[in-house]
Nanobody
Framework: QVQLVESGGGLVQPGGSLRLSCAASGSIFRINTMGWYRQAPGKQRELVAHITSGGSTNYADSVKGRFTISRDAAKNTVYLQMKSLQPEDTAVYYC???????????????WGQGTQVTVSS
């Protein structure tokens, strides 16, 4: 029915940049909030950033000023531009979306499969 597919992860040196993308596809009626979580080895999953359908954004304190979330409503895609990356940003990054799929009347949360970001010299 609905899929979220992430791309853009990889290996980058400290101080470098990466841009993650997450495209939602399927029989989607409407998408509300989209965002990103991350999970580092041995740690709990944490919210990195989210963006509402109206464009309001929110960031974890640890990424404010370095990460920027944006979305393209026409493409059902959310982006995460990451700059000044540090080793502590190493994690699997998961996108999510609260959406209503065609034929449904309820809002459901969908997840991507995750993409690895490794920051290392």
């Amino acid at each position: 029915q609905v899929q979220l597919v992430e791309s853009g992860g990889g290996l980058v040196q400290p101080g470098g940049s990466l841009r993650l993308s997450c495209a939602a596809s399927g029989s989607i009626f409407r998408i509300n909030t989209m965002g990103w979580y991350r999970q580092a080895p041995g740690k709990q999953r944490e919210l990195v950033a989210h963006i509402t359908s109206g464009g309001s954004t929110n960031y974890a304190d640890s990424v404010k000023g370095r990460f920027t979330i944006s979305r393209d409503a026409a493409k059902n895609t959310v982006y995460l531009q990451m700059k000044s990356l540090q080793p502590e940003d190493t994690a699997v990054y998961y996108c999510y979306a609260f959406l209503i799929y065609s034929g449904s009347y309820s809002l459901s949360k969908y997840w991507g499969q995750g993409t690895q970001v490794t920051v290392s010299s």
